[in-house]
């Protein structure tokens, strides 16, 4: 049988059924910002603020990984839920969404709250590390 692939748009087409190239279209930007997080803080010599017990900085880089990884298969329509995403969404403390390889991609108003505590948590724990850091300086 011959393959027909055309493009229309962002969006490649086989057979006249849309496909996802995930190597090529996944934007680099995104890749290792769990890095440069942990970077960021060990360059800074900034620690997790003492009134985080729980939580390490690995822990919120992992979790910035998985969002950058949901947000790159919601916006490139990636349907099904990669192996990378798995991994990292059901470690205890770090994304806790409950998705499993392969299965299809299902976002509901609950996980765009959970993005966004994430989000506003991962502000306050950088500004509470902050002003620790200055704190200690001065002392």
């Not at 299809?104 to 724990?125: P, Y």
Request: hydrophobic share 40%; proline share 2%; aromatic share 10%.
């Amino acid at each position: 049988m011959h393959e027909e692939y055309i493009t229309i748009g962002n969006h490649l087409l086989k057979n006249g059924k849309p496909i996802r190239l995930d190597n090529w279209q996944r934007k680099k930007i995104y890749d290792g910002i769990d890095k440069i997080f942990i970077g960021y803080y060990t360059t800074s010599g900034i620690k997790i603020a003492s009134f985080y017990k729980d939580t390490t900085v690995e822990s919120l880089a992992t979790s910035i990984k998985g969002v950058s990884i949901l947000r790159n298969c919601l916006i490139h329509g990636t349907y099904n839920v990669p192996k990378e995403l798995a991994e990292i969404a059901n470690q205890a403390k770090v994304f806790e969404f409950p998705l499993k390889e392969g299965e299809k991609i299902e976002i509901d108003i609950r996980h765009l709250m959970s993005v966004e505590s994430f989000t506003q948590g991962l502000l306050g724990a950088i500004n509470l590390s902050l002003i620790e850091f200055v704190k200690d300086s001065f002392e």
